[in-house]
């Protein structure tokens, strides 16, 4: 790991960065967002990002932020969370994952289903415990699926009011495989019944 006193090293988005939006769904609720979501700088022009001029309330770092600044930010671990682009795996973070409080995944586009298994490796892997959030260009169809997976918050970026995607929560009553929410098959739940 690279010294604190170095310059922290600048990763380009692999898409869309994710929008940080005032209300999203947590738990089956439409919710006040309580925490600001650190994009990936462009790294020109912007000053470095330090643990003491870190902005103080709850915040959402940029895993290669998070990596660098980790140690320098113990007495904010219950403030501080990590967004993992797509081309970032769940293994990055690994045990260090039942130490935050939050832990978001980015989708730059729709048909980018990495983040699905981000979100289950840092459940059933790793033993994640928190909130773990989908951020970026997910859609309404692929909400009962990040449920499967762990995820139990959604910072949607559609034209749909939250509201409403609340019943696409349950699009279905029942699934043949095993899934974070579900860890017996169909067919061990029929022969239990």
Not at 12 to 41: F, I, R, T
Not at 71 to 88: M, N, Q, Y
Request: glycine share 8%; with cysteine.
């Amino acid at each position: 790991m690279p010294k604190p006193a170095e310059k922290l090293s600048v990763k380009k988005p692999v898409g869309a960065q994710p929008d940080n939006p005032a209300q999203l769904l947590v738990d089956g609720a439409v919710v006040e967002n309580q925490w600001n979501l650190l994009p990936l700088g462009s790294g020109e022009d912007e000053p470095e990002i330090t643990a003491d001029n870190l902005a103080p309330g709850k915040i959402i770092l940029p895993l290669t932020v998070w990596l660098e600044l980790r140690e320098h930010l113990a007495a904010r671990k219950d403030e501080i969370g990590v967004w993992l682009d797509s081309d970032e795996t769940a293994d990055l973070i690994g045990e260090y994952a039942q130490e935050l409080p939050l832990i978001a995944t980015n989708f730059p586009a729709f048909t980018d289903g990495r983040a699905f298994t981000a979100g289950r490796l840092l459940r059933q892997r790793y033993g994640f415990q928190g909130e773990l959030r989908a951020v970026g260009n997910f859609i309404r169809d692929q909400l009962t699926y990040l449920n499967r997976c762990g995820f139990n918050a959604f910072a949607y970026q559609g034209d749909q009011p939250l509201a409403d995607l609340l019943d696409s929560m349950q699009d279905f009553t029942d699934a043949y495989q095993t899934a974070v929410d579900q860890t017996l098959p169909i067919f061990r739940r029929r022969a239990l019944g």
